[in-house]
């Protein structure tokens, strides 16, 4: 499997089932980012609005001000038709001794005087939606608001509904039902509690002398409560039950008006919410869409054609110039590694045909020495072409190597102290010594890099020293820390190095060959190696001559000097 189908395989596992999750809405103008996007904020808006509406409690919020109120006009009216309190006033409600012939106990019941009760309905109730019932001892009904009441206003016809019902059978109650679920339910008893016949539960208990209050939810979901309070006679006795119940929508409607206020606060939150994201949507999905289509003409490959470096502040921008820089790196990447190819071409290219005429001219040699010169130039150029394909592979796994190797710490003085001491036994054989000195004996030479590839940095250039340095010379390896970086110099006691080649000497495949050394012994791969793990490391690497004096014009070169500063690590 090659790279691309690699890499293929790879995205499509990691990525291809999420792909299709919503449905194509490109048709409609609206791309699968602004999908996501609308439905994160509507969602999140859904379940504020529930939250909001569980927080608020209207329906309980209103429930109580209607009690609250039913509660100050049971005792109003329950005084006002009572005989306790006002000695100066008859009473409106007494209680009287019939016989029973069923029974020989006599059987207390209740006397009013209706018309005066009516009216007292009348102007406590005027301009309210609040029913009034009066019941006697016995438990029937002896008076009746809604026969009394002049304003014309929609009260409360129909009975109470039963305890304990507690579902709307219609679906004009489905927002009641809704809105439910987030507010406080009604309050419910068993339905199978005793009560009297034909009449509330409350009714009852007020006849004890208890004060009560019930509420109920009505078949449409209405929201009924009712307050029954005792009405006393003279001597303080229960004379009989007040029964005032609530108007119709005089709970849901107050609290439906302020939920739909709410909704449409939403709803209209829920519009801005959609516009916003699909601006949003459109100011993410077209940079990147750019990005996208640049990219695949990339892939298509062409002319040089880099990320477009967008105009924008935000992280799009950014990643904008980021590709933008990594295609441009890439684009000189390419070009190097195709001047890299020519120039290998070039290279292999000399030897080989010195090789390809030695070999045609092996068979017309005509002495002895005449060949073995000639295979000794075959033999040259063989290892000369072997030297030049080991350091061009090893110079083209380096970025490579330099990319997936993880820097890690290290003492760069150790590693200076190996390389020297390994430099120092080469160099006995021509009488010649490598030396090492630190600067900066207390301080700390710690660097972030690669050691293997930095002690061939030091091999290279301690090497390409003593090539220089004439027999029984010295070569000189400093090393000083810095506030910084850390700096190693390598001093030879060579010829120096021209000032027009100053620069070239860091080249590919570029040579500066000397009295020790025949021709084709150097590739020229060295320092251009070395100059490329030293950037890789972020440092530098420099190159100047020594000067004994410069009091005069004709300076004398005392040697060559290579300098490698990398960045410190604490």
């Not at 790879?10 to 999750?21: I, L, T």
């Not at 009690?67 to 009287?96: C, F, H, K, M």
């Amino acid at each position: 499997m090659n790279v691309r189908e690699r890499f293929g395989a790879a995205s499509r596992d990691a990525f291809g089932p999420n792909r299709r999750r919503f449905p194509n809405l490109a048709a409609y103008g609206v791309s699968r980012l602004a999908a996501k996007i609308i439905v994160v904020a509507l969602v999140g808006l859904t379940v504020l609005l529930f939250a909001t509406l569980h927080q608020a409690q209207l329906r309980a919020v209103m429930t109580d001000a209607v009690l609250e109120s039913l509660l100050v006009q049971a005792d109003a009216i329950a005084n006002a038709i009572g005989g306790v309190g006002d000695a100066s006033r008859p009473p409106l409600v007494t209680l009287n001794a019939v016989e029973d012939a069923a029974s020989e106990a006599p059987t207390e019941r209740t006397r009013i005087d209706r018309d005066r009760v009516e009216r007292v309905f009348a102007e406590l109730l005027e301009g309210t939606a609040t029913r009034a019932r009066l019941y006697g001892i016995s438990g029937d009904e002896l008076a009746d608001s809604r026969f009394a009441l002049r304003s014309g206003l929609d009260v409360t016809h129909a009975p109470l509904p039963p305890l304990g019902e507690t579902q709307p059978s219609t679906l004009g109650g489905l927002w009641n039902y809704l809105a439910g679920l987030v507010t406080t339910p009604p309050i419910t008893l068993d339905p199978n509690g005793a009560t009297l016949p034909g009449n509330p539960r409350e009714i009852r208990v007020a006849l004890t002398g208890v004060k009560t209050a019930e509420q109920r939810l009505a078949p449409d979901g209405d929201i009924i409560i009712s307050v029954a309070a005792p009405v006393l006679d003279a001597s303080g006795a229960v004379a009989g039950a007040l029964l005032v119940t609530s108007g119709s929508g005089a709970v849901t409607e107050p609290a439906h008006a302020q939920e739909t206020a709410i909704l449409k606060g939403f709803l209209a939150a829920g519009a801005l919410a959609i516009v916003v994201s699909l601006l949003l949507a459109a100011s993410i999905s077209r940079p990147i869409s750019r990005l996208a289509r640049a990219a695949e003409r990339i892939e298509r490959g062409g002319a040089y054609t880099p990320m477009p470096e967008l105009r924008d502040s935000s992280e799009i921008g950014d990643l904008s110039r980021v590709l933008h820089d990594m295609t441009v790196a890439l684009y000189m990447r390419i070009d190097a590694i195709e001047a890299f190819a020519g120039e290998v071409a070039h290279e292999l290219k000399n030897p080989l045909t010195s090789l390809r005429s030695a070999v045609e001219t092996l068979p017309l040699a005509r002495t002895d020495r005449a060949r073995d010169k000639l295979l000794s130039v075959i033999q040259h150029d063989v290892r000369r072409i072997d030297r030049l394909i080991s350091d061009i592979s090893d110079a083209s796994k380096l970025d490579a190597e330099l990319n997936r190797y993880r820097y890690e710490p290290f003492d760069l003085v150790h590693l200076l102290r190996a390389v020297v001491a390994t430099q120092s036994e080469l160099a006995a054989e021509r009488n010649q010594q490598v030396d090492l000195a630190v600067r900066s004996p207390g301080g700390d030479f710690t660097v972030f890099g690669n050691d293997g590839r930095l002690g061939q940095v030091f091999t290279n250039l301690i090497d390409n020293a003593r090539s220089f340095t004439p027999m029984g010379g010295r070569v000189v390896v400093s090393a000083q820390r810095f506030a910084s970086f850390v700096e190693v110099v390598v001093d030879d006691e060579g010829p120096g190095i021209e000032e027009a080649v100053m620069e070239r000497i860091f080249e590919r495949f570029y040579t500066d060959r000397t009295e020790q050394q025949s021709f084709g012994d150097n590739s020229g791969l060295g320092l251009a190696i070395s100059r490329q793990i030293v950037e890789a490391h972020g440092g530098e690497i420099f190159a100047e001559n020594r000067y004994r004096t410069t009091l005069t014009p004709d300076r004398d070169v005392a040697g060559a000097r290579f300098t490698v500063r990398l960045p410190a690590a604490s």
